[in-house]
């Protein structure tokens, strides 16, 4: 089902009839024939597939999982390397590699079949550690057990994140070579062994064949997006993330104690590292008038644009009273007395100076009298564009400079990520949305997400438009007893349909028309 | 030898005319009195017991460690308290009892041979717990060991803190009895078993007694006061301490995370307990100027009276260049710039504002992003004549009531300890001062220490003049090797020469001309 220009204008024409497919204000007319593709023999052959291929597919994640692949232990992660390895060369991609760096391994696979359009998709294949006694069953076992409120589901560590779905996403490729012998896509797949860890090196895996990449048409992620009620967030991009840590020690301020902490009665002769940090914090912001008090700190910040104001509009007004969820139990206020909808904007356009961490001293149960020698602060600073990570860094460090505190130890975590962000218009982002539609899914589309991901790197850093979607659910990622929903709960999809919806979304971006960057990134 | 009035005169006018003891010009004339004394033959007799007795004295030393007694663990506490009830029955005590209280108990015991003059005495008798592979001597077997740069020492739990020198001066007390058949004081004994645990019930064990230990003529600690290098620092009192913890919580706040912490990219539209906990300290003080900006905080502190003027001179001039020992090396300048002078000025005089700890949110290595739900910070203020802590403690609170911090959960740890002071001219101290200088020890007297004990149920409860004094070393309290020497390095006095001063100590006491609080307290 390779349709011409000419058959897709005669699709598109009665989908810009309908009426239907516009309700959310914020699907293109193309959508029509999305539908039409959807809805196609093709497509649901592949589903029936699927369908009767269950067993199999459930148990080959089940395999996966049992491969234990921590990245904080270096436990198996060559192995599942190997087995992504094994994976991509059973799908035929014409090339494969594990890619070195200078931590734990990266592996690239490329599927060519010279289709027009090439996907850039990302899979991480390290885990979180676990703790077993607290696991209700055994996370390297996989077992199917039954939790409520689902009739089924897989437990095991990476049953959600993210090794289950990414064997969902290569179970659904298998079926679409079974029925048609090749996919609808070319495919550039990048993986990270060291997500867990903050992806330190992973520009390292994507730097070999930035050259390619570039030349994919959009970047994809297929995992489960559902929440236990059915509901979907979807953001068109993410904040970036500048995390610091900040030590004041008396050694390199030559005042106070300067080797270990000292009895704090001398504190009547003796300048405090700790007190000193707190001086330099309050520099930084005053959070009764919630303002960041670096000079120039907002400075890039560039206004939201005509789309993301219709985005805030559609998504205020269709989910009025709904747009934070359980989270809203943990909140009494929003800060100077928000109503939801102004929460919901500045939480999508605003900067942010917030403190993670802090601590100095004795922190036991009960007393002891030490005036201690260092004192410290974790500090993460969300960026909306146009901030970027070493711009605003360079802006903090010249201002603890100015205002005398050059003698803090800062220190950056990780390279942190930069800002990302996809036009609602792409038609990646478009082929998704068909595809909840579907589905019968509305979801709450955000101009962005508030927090930070590496998708800047494709999207910044390689040109590439990015869209995150898929229905069913699995849940407490980084906890235990994580688990993936087998059979559902009449809310989330289940198995089945969240691997058929994997089909249909690749099908619904490969046959839509484009140019790739046309509608603007 | 008891002298009259008569006997005392004619002494003290010789030493009126001497020139050596007044070396230090602190000393009064009666000390020329208290060296006949102590060159008597009856202490002689006494000294001559303790010589011969060495082998028996450190073995019930020995004995008294091997009983463990770790508040903390409750661990042996109440085998402990028996204990010491058997030892003060076979000096005769004519009262002796277990003190309950809310907590571990107490022991009380009074000594009463109708002598002219009564002596209270603080024993505590717990310990602190140990890690016993830390320990190069297993920390329950007291074994006596070499350790450089002593011959021979004690190594075990209590060694010094203070189940060794309490068992010390129980020898001596047998000593003097053997020789004598009496003490030349009555005695009250009052013992801790909480004292490693801040001493939360002690009041309860003094309450009871309170009535007869305000008959006494002085507070007595004779626990062994030489450094490594036979140095001693004598203080004729003790700051007050206040201890707070105070934190900041978003539920009381009704701002910010209520009962957990959240996504820290939701500080964009939620306030953060953290900072408002550095906005309520920075209220609390100035660093820049060290200037606490309670209001009236300052308000009560009495200008240094003359006699403390006068030992500051004598300490700065004497001890010039010496007045801050090891902790040298851990300080690079005084606060402002101070000179030792100053700072042993500033150290005396001053009332304080420390932080000892401060914590929120994620502290561990590398990054985590969370806006934390609470934050808190421990300090301690410490007080000088006349700031009570009660007092104090209020002003803070007002403030913070006053500056819209009044959601602050403040709580005070332990009941913390009142200022104390003593006059030089005391004759306790003078009879402890009359030893230092018979061993040929100029003491570092300070007004007071920069530190607190519970010295002030004593002196300000109940109305007694205190005096710490004793030769000898022991050290590592708290630490594992706790050890008290036996055989010194040259510098310090050895077991047996610590046990003769605190024959001394009593006899120079008991002898001394008084009428109890002439001198002022």
Same mark, same amino acid.
């Given at each position: 089902?390779?349709?011409?220009?000419?058959?897709?204008?005669?699709?598109?024409?009665?989908?810009?009839?309908?009426?239907?497919?516009?309700?959310?204000?914020?699907?293109?007319?193309?959508?029509?024939?999305?539908?039409?593709?959807?809805?196609?023999?093709?497509?649901?052959?592949?589903?029936?597939?699927?369908?009767?291929?269950?067993?199999?597919?459930?148990?080959?994640?089940?395999?996966?999982?049992?491969?234990?692949?921590?990245?904080?232990?270096?436990?198996?992660?060559?192995?599942?390397?190997?087995?992504?390895?094994?994976?991509?060369?059973?799908?035929?991609?014409?090339?494969?590699?594990?890619?070195?760096?200078?931590?734990?391994?990266?592996?690239?696979?490329?599927?060519?079949?010279?289709?027009?359009?090439?996907?850039?998709?990302?899979?991480?294949?390290?885990?979180?550690?676990?703790?077993?006694?607290?696991?209700?069953?055994?996370?390297?076992?996989?077992?199917?057990?039954?939790?409520?409120?689902?009739?089924?589901?897989?437990?095991?560590?990476?049953?959600? #994140?993210?090794?289950?779905?990414?064997?969902?996403?290569?179970?659904?490729?298998?079926?679409?070579?079974?029925?048609?012998?090749?996919?609808?896509?070319?495919?550039?797949?990048?993986?990270?062994?060291?997500?867990?860890?903050?992806?330190?090196?992973?520009?390292?895996?994507?730097?070999?064949?930035?050259?390619?990449?570039?030349?994919? #048409?959009?970047?994809?992620?297929?995992?489960?997006?559902? !929440?236990?009620?059915?509901?979907?967030?979807?953001?068109?991009?993410?904040?970036?993330?500048?995390?610091?840590?900040?030590?004041?020690?008396?050694?390199?301020?030559?005042?106070?104690?300067?080797?270990?902490?000292?009895?704090? +009665?001398?504190?009547?002769?003796?300048?405090?590292?700790?007190?000193?940090?707190?001086?330099?914090?309050?520099?930084?912001?005053?959070?009764?008038?919630?303002?960041?008090?670096?000079?120039?700190?907002? !400075?890039?910040?560039?206004?939201?644009?005509?789309?993301?104001?219709?985005?805030?509009?559609?998504?205020?007004?269709?989910?009025?009273?709904?747009?934070?969820? +359980?989270?809203?139990?943990?909140?009494?206020?929003?800060?100077?007395?928000?109503?939801?909808?102004?929460?919901?904007?500045?939480?999508?356009?605003?900067?942010?100076?917030?403190? !993670?961490?802090?601590?100095?001293?004795?922190?036991?149960?009960?007393?002891?009298?030490?005036?201690?020698?260092?004192?410290?602060?974790?500090?993460?600073?969300?960026?909306?564009?146009?901030?970027?990570?070493?711009?605003?860094?360079?802006?903090?460090?010249?201002?603890?400079?100015?205002?005398?505190?050059?003698?803090?130890?800062?220190?950056?975590?990780?390279?942190?990520?930069?800002? +990302?962000?996809? +036009?609602?218009?792409?038609?990646?982002?478009?082929?998704?949305?068909?595809?909840?539609?579907?589905?019968?899914?509305?979801?709450?589309?955000?101009?962005?997400?508030?927090?930070?991901?590496?998708?800047?790197?494709?999207?910044?850093?390689?040109?590439?438009?990015?869209?995150?979607?898929?229905?069913?659910?699995?849940?407490?990622?980084?906890?235990? !007893?994580?688990?993936?929903?087998?059979?559902?709960?009449?809310?989330?999809?289940?198995?089945?349909?969240?691997?058929?919806?994997?089909?249909?979304?690749?099908?619904?971006?490969?046959?839509?028309?484009?140019?790739?960057?046309?509608?603007?990134?």
């Amino acid at each position: 089902m390779h349709l011409n220009r000419k058959e897709f204008l005669s699709l598109s024409g009665r989908a810009a009839a309908g009426a239907a497919l516009g309700a959310w204000g914020l699907l293109l007319p193309e959508a029509a024939f999305a539908k039409e593709v959807l809805d196609s023999p093709e497509v649901r052959k592949v589903h029936e597939i699927i369908m009767r291929s269950k067993a199999d597919h459930i148990r080959k994640v089940q395999d996966d999982l049992k491969q234990p692949s921590v990245s904080s232990w270096n436990m198996g992660i060559l192995e599942m390397a190997e087995r992504m390895l094994a994976h991509f060369k059973a799908i035929d991609c014409k090339e494969t590699a594990i890619v070195k760096t200078d931590g734990l391994p990266g592996v690239w696979a490329w599927y060519d079949v010279g289709a027009p359009k090439t996907v850039s998709i990302y899979m991480m294949y390290d885990t979180q550690p676990w703790d077993e006694k607290r696991w209700s069953s055994p996370p390297l076992e996989a077992r199917l057990v039954k939790m409520d409120p689902f009739q089924q589901v897989v437990m095991a560590r990476g049953a959600i #994140n993210d090794k289950g779905p990414n064997r969902m996403f290569l179970n659904a490729l298998e079926a679409i070579i079974e029925a048609h012998g090749r996919l609808p896509v070319n495919i550039m797949f990048t993986c990270d062994g060291e997500e867990e860890q903050g992806s330190p090196h992973f520009h390292q895996v994507l730097e070999p064949y930035a050259d390619r990449l570039r030349r994919a #048409n959009a970047h994809l992620s297929t995992g489960l997006q559902q !929440d236990p009620e059915g509901n979907i967030q979807m953001g068109l991009g993410g904040k970036g993330i500048l995390y610091l840590e900040i030590e004041a020690h008396g050694a390199r301020w030559g005042r106070g104690p300067q080797k270990r902490p000292i009895h704090s +009665s001398r504190k009547a002769i003796l300048d405090s590292p700790v007190w000193r940090l707190i001086e330099a914090l309050k520099t930084l912001y005053d959070p009764a008038a919630d303002k960041i008090l670096v000079p120039g700190y907002y !400075d890039a910040i560039r206004p939201p644009n005509a789309e993301e104001k219709e985005l805030m509009g559609v998504l205020t007004s269709r989910f009025k009273g709904r747009l934070f969820g +359980s989270e809203r139990e943990n909140v009494k206020a929003w800060m100077n007395g928000w109503s939801e909808a102004e929460a919901a904007w500045h939480l999508t356009f605003d900067t942010t100076l917030n403190i !993670d961490g802090l601590w100095s001293g004795y922190t036991g149960p009960g007393s002891a009298t030490i005036l201690p020698e260092k004192a410290a602060v974790k500090i993460d600073s969300r960026l909306v564009p146009d901030q970027e990570i070493a711009v605003q860094k360079r802006l903090i460090l010249d201002h603890l400079n100015a205002k005398g505190f050059g003698d803090l130890d800062v220190r950056q975590h990780g390279g942190g990520d930069e800002w +990302s962000q996809t +036009s609602v218009k792409q038609p990646v982002v478009q082929a998704v949305l068909s595809v909840y539609k579907k589905y019968g899914i509305e979801p709450q589309i955000w101009p962005r997400r508030a927090g930070s991901s590496p998708e800047g790197q494709y999207t910044r850093g390689l040109g590439l438009p990015a869209a995150r979607g898929g229905i069913g659910h699995g849940g407490r990622a980084h906890s235990d !007893d994580e688990y993936l929903v087998i059979e559902g709960n009449g809310k989330v999809a289940d198995f089945v349909k969240a691997e058929q919806a994997m089909v249909d979304t690749l099908y619904a971006y490969a046959h839509w028309p484009e140019t790739r960057g046309a509608a603007g990134a």
